[in-house]
């Protein structure tokens, strides 16, 4: 089913178009407060937050503008945050990589949402150390939408582990079986983190985006999903660690690591598993 048209402008209209649904997350996830929840994102032209300027469309071109304005504000002294061109190149690279890694289908659509779901999740995890549950609600109903497609149209690879998903089959398990087993997998593995850790390890918005991702990926890919977010956890935990710029007792935001690992399974899943039993085989 991969009626992708070819060729280097097409790719580049797609990142374009992603890089401006991107500046448009900026918005949405730097607007949001625990308090008025997403609401005040429909407010308003963007401004600068410091000096209140209202920005012209010049000012508004994602990447570009950054770039050439030096991460400044053209009428102060204002450093404009790291998080708006990392935003609009995560979701420039969702629109691009996504179609390049299923082809394009009804499928692609949803995965493409999904991510850029993703990044509005990891950006307001980072900056206020919570997800929303409407966020999480949303990866919920994407899952079960990508379920549907799968199990009634494409007949398409459910796992992106390949061949190594028959290995941890459930059984005689069918595919909603598998779909269940990995949201449950998800709510339980770090609902008994959460519980054994007293909240201090992980929040309750984590344990719940487990579930919806699991629900999303179903089994057994959730679970190379959440090792994997561990494992990347442990890379940035560790340096801050023996810095003791923070101690265990302060939680990393752990949102952005459980999206990390849904990615790496995306795009490397298989091989992942088998450098991992090329390993185990051979030393
Ligand atoms: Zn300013």
Known sequence: MNVAPDGGAYYLILFILGT??????????????????????????SHCPHCDKTLKWYELIPLLSFLIQRGKCRSCPWRISLQYPIVELLAGLSLVLTPWQLGWSPLTILWILAFLLFILIAAID??????????NILVAVLGLLVALLVYFGSGLDTSFLGSYALLFQLGEGSFWVHRLAGAMFGLVFFGGIYLFTRGKAMGLGDVKLAGAIGFLLGWPDIALALVLAFFVGSIFAIPLLLMKRKTLKDALPFGPFIVAGVTLVFFFGYHIINGYFYLFNFY
Do not use: W
């Open 20 to 45: 401006l649904i991107g500046s448009y997350l900026n918005v949405v996830s730097l607007r949001f407060s625990r308090e008025e929840g997403f609401r005040a994102s429909r407010k308003g032209r």
């Open 126 to 135: 980072l900056r206020l150390g919570i997800i929303p549950d409407k966020l």
